[in-house]
T-cell receptor, first 115, second 109 residues
Framework: DAGVIQSPRHEVTEMGQEVTLRCKPI?????LFWYRQTMMRGLELLIY????????DSGMPEDRFSAKMPNASFSTLKIQPSEPRDSAVYFCASNPGTVVNQPQHFGDGTRLSIL | DQQVKQNSPSLSVQEGRISILNCDYT??????FLWYKKYPAEGPTFLIS?????DKNEDGRFTVFLNKSAKHLSLHIVPSQPGDSAVYFC????????FGKGTRLHILP
């Protein structure tokens, strides 16, 4: 039973470059969440989707960040242009329902380093 | 301004004893709380949850207690085992989920 799959696991790139993080949620799950984890701020919710529709993107830090969910089995989080302060671990999670109070299943994260 | 606070960055407990992890929150509108456990290089995994209409929920070795008047919840692990060494996050929800910064638990042999 495959869990949430994120790629790449690690990404190192120079500032100014475009970064695309990918997520495949658990099949049949209706909600998908993107999080960022840093030492300073802990685990922060960036955006979540219900049935492929963005519901709350108030956690997206700035316009350089965008997320899409073109279908039920794939989502991307894009940073363009990237900056050193974007360095963090980015997690994707999914849950079966359409409400946030159901336990979420997390992927293993993408560790992003912007030089 | 942290709405969910885990004031102990780390905690060490002898194997076999009880581990108590604490979490405080400021928003009285939170109506659901969860605990997640995280190993290095892995994503958080769900442990246990509690609704605000309850004050206790138990699942095996794990028990979560909620004190709404004090805006405080705690996770008890008894007996503690080596595999419990991990970072534990509490999370609170109203219409959105907010995580604490985590507490690193070390189980000593």
């Amino acid at each position: 039973d495959a869990g949430v799959i994120q790629s790449p696991r690690h990404e190192v790139t120079e500032m100014g470059q475009e970064v695309t993080l990918r997520c495949k949620p658990i099949s049949g799950h209706n909600s998908l969440f993107w999080y960022r984890q840093t030492m300073m701020r802990g685990l922060e919710l960036l955006i979540y989707f219900n049935n492929n529709v963005p519901i709350d993107d108030s956690g997206m830090p700035e316009d350089r960040f965008s997320a899409k969910m073109p279908n039920a089995s794939f989502s991307t989080l894009k940073i363009q242009p990237s900056e050193p302060r974007d360095s963090a671990v980015y997690f994707c999670a999914s849950n079966p329902g359409t409400v946030v109070n159901q336990p979420q299943h997390f992927g293993d994260g993408t560790r992003l380093s912007i030089l | 301004d942290q709405q969910v606070k885990q004031n102990s960055p780390s905690l060490s407990v002898q194997e076999g004893r009880i581990s108590i992890l604490n979490c405080d929150y400021t928003n009285s509108m939170f109506d659901y709380f969860l605990w997640y456990k995280k190993y290095p290089a892995e994503g958080p995994t769900f442990l246990i949850s509690i609704s605000s209409i309850k004050d206790k929920n138990e699942d095996g070795r794990f028990t979560v207690f909620l004190n709404k008047s004090a805006k405080h919840l705690s996770l008890h692990i008894v007996p503690s085992q080596p595999g419990d060494s991990a970072v534990y996050f509490c999370a609170a929800l109203d219409d959105k989920i907010i995580f604490g910064k985590g507490t690193r638990l070390h189980i000593l042999p």
